[in-house]
């Protein structure tokens, strides 16, 4: 299994997920510079992703919705900030509605993903920044640690 740790802080309101490929750092990347790939990784296995835009530049957005098994879809966005290709990406990352505009009434988190290279492979850092507490337990209420773990955990099947 490829994440390692979870740490959810309700007094700094960050929720870090770390994990660990055996692959490179540039392989890593790829993944997340590559919409076809990143739809294989970035929802649960029982509601995959499907892409829409893919602009992964600073001023940047992605748009994508989650299908899940009975064929409902949930919508979510990311506004790309910064981005250092192959070691870091920054982004806010928010719910929205299927037309993707954001959904003001849940949480919007401030992402950063780092990748450095660890024992021949990669550490992968994910660190996301809430508004507030109660953003934060509304997530983790939401089932984000278990969801996220399941989606990073397929990164491996990728990878190989």
């Given at each position: ?16 997920i770390?994990a660990?490929?055996?692959a ?5 990347w ?10 294989k990784?970035?929802?649960?296995p029982?509601?995959p ?13 992605v748009?994508?919705y989650?299908?899940?098994p009975?064929?409902d879809?949930?919508a979510?966005?990311w506004?790309?900030?910064a981005?250092d290709?192959?070691?870091s ?6 719910f929205?509605d299927l ?15 780092t ?11 994910y ?11 509304k997530v983790?209420?939401m089932?984000?640690v ?13 990878l190989?």
């Amino acid at each position: 299994m490829p994440v390692t740790d979870v740490h959810h802080d309700l007094d700094n309101l960050t929720l870090t997920i770390t994990a660990q490929f055996a692959a490179p750092v540039e392989r890593v990347w790829q993944i997340y510079a590559d919409p076809r790939q990143l739809e294989k990784v970035w929802g649960p296995p029982t509601y995959p992703a499907t892409v829409v835009d893919h602009d992964l530049t600073p001023g940047g957005r992605v748009t994508y919705y989650m299908t899940g098994p009975t064929g409902d879809r949930h919508a979510g966005y990311w506004l790309v900030t910064a981005v250092d290709e192959p070691n870091s990406l920054t982004f806010e990352d928010g719910f929205a509605d299927l037309d993707f505009t954001p959904n003001p009434a849940m949480p919007v988190s401030r992402n950063v993903y780092t990748f450095t290279g660890y024992e021949g492979g990669t550490r992968a850092t994910y660190t996301g920044v809430y508004e507030s507490a109660d953003a934060l337990k509304k997530v983790l209420e939401m089932g984000i640690v278990e969801g996220s773990t399941l989606a990073i955990n397929q990164i491996d099947t990728l990878l190989s």
